[in-house]
């Protein structure tokens, strides 16, 4: 098994741009997730998703899209991107009552 | 809101001592408690959780201990090693409702040779 993958590792966008961070699994997780890391924040919740089809807010969701239209997938996608959105983000997922797995991670950097 | 408070920010400690950091929540709901550890450049790694039903639990020199009625538990790393060098994450969550995990802010821990 890969676990979780994400893609890419490393992105440079100007303000306003768009872009999707990939996210797949191939662990047959029901539960997914998105999370920003953030020096002295730890790990802030963005989206969240309990299968595929549903999905639903986290404690930071503004300026993130999110969608499931598969077990394996869940993309998280910025509109237009901010500098506050300057960032390391990681996707994670599990089974419904088990430990979570962490992505590599994506180091997002927004000029 | 839902909070997990974690301390230190920052451990120095000799290479062969112990370390120990605590994590404090305010969710009477929540019944399982990871800890995680993340290396530089790379995403959080579980390395032992506990379950509300249990007090104690240990993986050769990992230990965590849950005190349920002060909502307190600690990770407690014993015979420390450079490789232990790392930022460790606490979280609370409960296996019922949203399952959303709440995360502390990290310890930075630093094992000196």
């Known amino acids: 098994n890969a676990g979780v993958t994400q893609t890419p590792k490393f992105q440079v966008l100007k303000t306003g741009q768009s872009m999707t961070l990939q996210c797949a699994q191939d662990m047959n997780h029901e539960y997914m997730s998105w999370y920003r890391q953030d020096p002295g924040m730890g790990l802030r919740l963005i989206h969240y998703s309990v299968g595929a089809g549903i999905t639903d807010q986290g404690e930071v969701p503004n300026g993130y899209n999110v969608s499931r239209s598969t077990t394996e997938d869940f993309p998280l996608r910025l509109l237009s991107a901010a500098p506050s959105q300057t960032s390391v983000y990681f996707c994670a997922s599990r089974p419904r009552t088990q430990e979570q797995f962490f992505g590599p991670g994506t180091r997002l950097t927004v000029l | 809101g839902e909070n997990v408070e974690q301390h230190p920010s920052t451990l120095s400690v000799q290479e062969g001592d112990s370390a120990v950091i605590k994590c404090t929540y305010s969710d009477s709901a929540s019944n399982y408690f990871p800890w995680y550890k993340q290396e530089l450049g790379k995403g959080p790694q579980l390395i032992i959780d506990i379950r509300s039903n249990v007090g104690e639990k240990k993986d050769q020199r990992i230990a965590v201990t849950l005190n349920k009625t002060a909502k307190h538990f600690s990770l407690h790393i014993t015979e420390t090693q450079p490789e232990d060098s790392a930022v460790y994450f606490c979280?609370?969550?409960?296996?019922?409702?949203?399952?959303?995990?709440?995360f502390g802010t990290g310890t930075r821990l630093k094992v000196l040779a």
């Open positions: 979280a609370a969550s409960s296996t019922s409702g949203t399952y959303k995990y709440i």
